[in-house]
């Protein structure tokens, strides 16, 4: 995989102009003067958030006793924690050469959870008191809405590592560093747990310690996927005994619905599980209503006893598509309950076609409505492939089609 670095500076030659330009640049763009050149676009989307939302560049860092405020729905603090915990144990299994470059006490190495809260430092005597004086302290909120432009909280709304140098920081009180943030994401959920930061005085920094700490973070994630490797392997040898006299389809998955064996059913590797699941019947994607009976490290899966009625029985399974924006929302009802599904306009128009098409549409059919010409048929099967992955396998091929048992209502505003 191909890693997208854009250093803050191009080199540690002529640090010191460079250096003076962003000062020059920073200036310019918060007193509307001229300035002389242009924030990158990161830095520059950064300060735009930042002035919509009314933040002051003379904002201080919060303490640990003001939280930033976390979105709606965000995890408990038990799981911040224990997340926040894993990632400082993996990067600190991970630090290699990078221990040197602490013990010379010229840079400091954060770990912060995954709203920017700092949770672990390392680093020399010299550059931690220096640290202390910035407030980059543990339980310090370093999350973009708490203190502006700075590597951990741009590196969380960017999604991606980033460099801030200099006067890229939105607060003057941070001009004098240089940091380095990449988020880290747990493979087996595709939940950040936090980011890992470097962090430099200004005539310290190098555009190297980019690339150093984007490893670092690959590195961590890495030791996750080997973990959870070794984990679905023990998964496959424990379920052996709950599942050898099973004559009937069935899937054991671990917590996060990675498969870790399956037979007679046609799944991916991974079934994407809702939220608490628990013994009992319950609506899985794309196997639809399944029973859940819960195993030691994990699930199993199997055809629901709701699902076993008479081939005359009203479905038990509708779908309401109803037009909005530029897409549609997608209703989904079953016996256990009910969710809602936005999809954006392309995967709208094939739902509406098949729903007025009872005996279903090829690849090259809907590509002719679609596009005009029946040449985009590749087109048509991928944006039902990304379908599947949102709804599930409500559609069946061969041609495209509803699946048989589930009632469709459509309302095209």
Known sequence: MTLSLEAAFPSAQDLTSYSRLLSDVYDAEFSSKRAPAHPRDVIADSWARLRRRGVRPSRAPASAKHAEATS??????????????????????????????????????????????????????????????????????????????????????????????????????????SCTAAPVRDPRNGRTLGTVDLSFEVADAHPMSLGLISLLARAAAQDLRERHHRDITELRAASFSATRELDHPWAVVDEWGWVAASYGVDVSSRIPLPRGLKSGDTWTTPSGEVLVTGLERGFLLSPARASRRPADAPPETTITLSAIGTGALVELRTPTGSREVRIPSRQADILFLLAASPRGLTAPELSARLYGTSEHDVTVRAEISRLRRHLGDVLVAAPYRFAPGIAVTATDN
Request: no cysteine.
């Open 72 to 177: 709606a729905g965000a995890p408990a603090t038990s799981d911040l924690d224990s997340d926040a915990l894993l990632l400082t144990s993996l990067i600190r299994a991970n630090l290699g050469h990078l221990s040197t470059l602490l013990r010379d006490d010229t840079a400091v190495l954060v770990v912060s959870n995954r709203h920017g809260r700092i949770v672990a430092r390392s680093g020399g005597t010299q550059m931690l008191s220096r640290a202390d004086d910035l407030g980059f302290v543990e339980g310090a909120a370093w999350g973009e809405n708490s203190v502006g432009t700075n590597a951990i909280g741009t590196a969380l709304a960017a999604r991606r590592q980033v460099q801030v140098h200099g006067a890229e920081h939105y607060s003057r009180s941070q001009h004098l560093w």
